[in-house]
């Protein structure tokens, strides 16, 4: 039976884990894939060296969330990766392989004032939701809000009892409305480089700035009758260019 998308990615998460090159590369195209992740050399022979060098117990991967939207697969993950525990990935798929990865990831802390933690909550996207609705509502939610800074219209796009799973936050409207507050004096979100989706979980990977350092920002959110109800995310720093490993790019 042929494999869908989200399951080669599995396999490849399965592959890193196990330090085992050839299933972590099956369904890779060897000749055009393009790396994103600054902390991996471009290329297979890139990725083939990052699992060769890092200790088994230093990459471990379990993927908890995955959507498709096109011929992108968006994951969550937890485990150990560049002494990250936190992750998200995007796949991009050209002829059944993946030709293209970008990685962000965040390390894990304890859970926040609500008890929640980085990666709990539903893992499975509900099909049966208006994907296309969905995105919309993200989008011109993340474009009012965030790019615009329009925060008065909080309260049309986000639900009073939100789930929150960024550390040290609470749950619901208020306190979203009064933590946002404090966190723009010291950042911007100037666009919106990618958007996903698929049933009621919608995805965004933006680019800005924190304290005036670039910034790239990892948002998962999962919709409802066109609310936003839960919030999974992190804002992670670009690295300075001479510590790349690559040269293409982070987002």
Not at 75 to 84: D, E, I, L
Not at 213 to 242: M, T
Request: aromatic residues 10%.
């Amino acid at each position: 039976m042929t494999k869908s998308d989200i399951e080669k990615v599995s396999d490849v998460f399965e592959g890193i884990s196990a330090g085992d090159v050839s299933l972590a590369t099956r369904y890779i195209d060897h000749k055009r894939f393009v790396q994103h992740n600054p902390y991996a050399a471009d290329g297979v022979e890139g990725l083939t060296r990052f699992i060769a060098q890092s200790p088994r117990d230093q990459l471990q991967l379990t993927m908890l969330r995955a959507i498709q939207d096109g011929c992108y697969v968006v994951t969550q993950a937890k485990g150990q990766r560049s002494g990250r525990n936190i992750f998200f990935d995007i796949f991009r798929f050209e002829d059944g392989l993946i030709v293209e990865h970008w990685a962000f990831s965040t390390e894990a802390v304890p859970p926040n004032e609500s008890g929640h933690t980085q990666i709990d909550g539903p893992t499975e996207a509900k099909l049966s939701a208006d994907t296309e609705k969905n995105k919309s509502v993200i989008r011109e939610y993340y474009h009012t809000v965030h790019i615009a800074g329009d925060h008065s219209k909080i309260p049309h796009y986000v639900a009073a009892d939100q789930v929150r799973h960024e550390p040290g936050v609470r749950d619901g409207l208020a306190p979203f409305l009064r933590d946002l507050k404090e966190i723009t004096k010291n950042r911007t979100i100037d666009e919106i480089k990618f958007l996903f989706g698929q049933g009621d979980f919608v995805f965004i990977a933006a680019k800005g700035t924190h304290e005036g350092s670039p910034c790239v920002y990892i948002d998962l959110y999962r919709v409802e009758n066109e609310k936003i109800v839960e919030h999974w995310g992190f804002p992670e720093a670009i690295p300075p260019q001479e510590e790349w490993r690559n040269n293409n790019g982070m987002l």
